[in-house]
């Protein structure tokens, strides 16, 4: 798994994530609030696996292949 989501998008997938799951566990919003786990996964794991298919990655260009980027 090499790492394809970096620096904002980590952010925003985290924030996201956290946010919908914080509403669907108060009642606010139906099921589909839980699949806020998804982007929050993604964001915490720095990977997702909707990119290699579509030919995206948000690291940038100064990830080595051995480690994350920062």
């Known amino acids: 798994m090499k790492c394809n989501v970096g620096g904002i998008d980590r952010i925003l997938r985290i ?13 606010i919003v139906g099921w589909w609030g839980w699949l806020g786990l998804i982007p929050l996964a993604t964001g915490i794991f720095r990977f997702c696996p909707a990119y290699p298919l579509l030919g995206m990655n948000s690291c940038g260009t100064s990830c080595s292949k051995d480690s994350c980027c920062k």
């Open 15 to 27: 924030s996201v994530g956290i946010v919908l799951v914080a509403l669907a566990a108060n009642g």
